[in-house]
Nanobody, 114 residues
């Protein structure tokens, strides 16, 4: 059974930083590319970044240079380090495989506001 648990969100001022973490259970993590996604109010969910098992990563253009994705294959965790946050980064953030599978966690809310 697949379970994804995201944590680390919160309220931060523009220009601030946050680190998100995702713990994955089940077999998906061992063989999968893992990604972070986000969904802002009134918008569709979008891919933010993904990382292959060896560590190759790719980012949505608007977060390149500000976000860093990482993974710990021994602990089945995926991290997202976010810096220089902007109000447009406000969203619920989720982790999943890339491409996304049918199982989603509850997400973690990130709010960037002064």
């Amino acid at each position: 059974q697949v379970r994804l648990v995201e944590s680390g969100g919160g309220l931060v001022q523009p220009g601030g930083s946050l680190r998100l973490s995702c713990a994955a259970t089940g077999s998906i993590f061992r063989t999968s590319i893992m990604g972070w996604y986000r969904q802002a109010p009134g918008k569709e969910r979008e891919m933010v970044a993904y990382i292959t098992r060896p560590g190759y990563s790719n980012y949505k253009d608007s977060v390149t240079g500000r976000f860093t994705i990482s993974r710990d294959n021994a602990k089945n965790t995926v991290g997202l380090e976010m810096s220089n946050l902007k109000p447009e980064d406000t969203a619920v953030y989720y982790c999943n495989t890339y491409p996304a599978g049918k199982y989603w966690g509850q997400g973690t809310q990130v709010t960037v506001s002064s």
